[in-house]
């Protein structure tokens, strides 16, 4: 006899919050709201002033809709040539800074996991020393001048191709990685840069990601570098060099003579603020447009030691 077993489906208890639980809650989403109101509104005034005239930008309340639309403040930054390939450069840089810098971090790290290593623990420690110390702007000149770095591209990527910070952060993430598959793929033949690139990278997707964010903000938001290292060089200027030296120049101009506001005036309909509000877009929409695609490994590598498995 075939005996019908009878799957009993238990109801699931809808637990009730309490009150104090409830009123948590609700203070938590509302914090949230208010939160997010504080960031975005200034965010949409800088939008707004960036398409406003100048005549029409109230320094007293918040723009939330331009008088009239124009495009007047980045006509003025586009009217130089040389945004484009300045353009280019930033990416350039910041493609090439990021991937040297996550791969540099990233074998470092996977050093530094190795208990059979020799003096291991001397030399992570030997390595957090330059994250309290630092020599200063002119010793870095120095060097960058005696290294035949000065108005090179590789000035943008060396000085920052590692961190002892995000090295502990991707260390920390790989002692999470489960040893046993390093031990089955090296028990099977697989040597420790088949079992580095073939394991512990793709595993460690949430962490790479993570730093190659915070390393690519950096490097597209970096200028001082150019104007310091390559200032000389018009093929190595970066946008936002570039962008900073167009508002600068308008400012000069601004404050200077009434003559050269009439020619400002002559060329665009705006001010040194409209002008810095189109430069700070046109700056962030990059970032902005790549940080949804990492956002769901970024999450995950925030909390990186946060809780061992």
Known sequence: MKSKTHEIEVPRMKMKKSRASQIFDFCNALFMILFCITIIIPFWDVVVRSFSRAQDISYMHINFLPKVWTLDAYRYCFQDNEIISAFFMSVLRTVAGTAVHVMVCCMAAYALTRTDMPFRRAITALLLIPMFFSAGMIPAYLNMKRLGLLNNFMVYILPTGFSIYNTIIIRNYFFSIDKGMEEAASIDGASQVRIFTSIIMPLSKPVIATVALWQMVGQWNAWFDNMIYCRRSASLTTLQYLLRRMLDSMTASTTTSSSGVEAIGALVDSNPDTVKAAT?????????????????????????GAVKG
Do not use: S
């Open 280 to 304: 700070t877009l046109l700056v962030v929409l990059p970032i902005v447009a790549i940080y949804p695609f990492l956002q769901k490994y970024f999450v995950q590598g925030i909390m990186v």
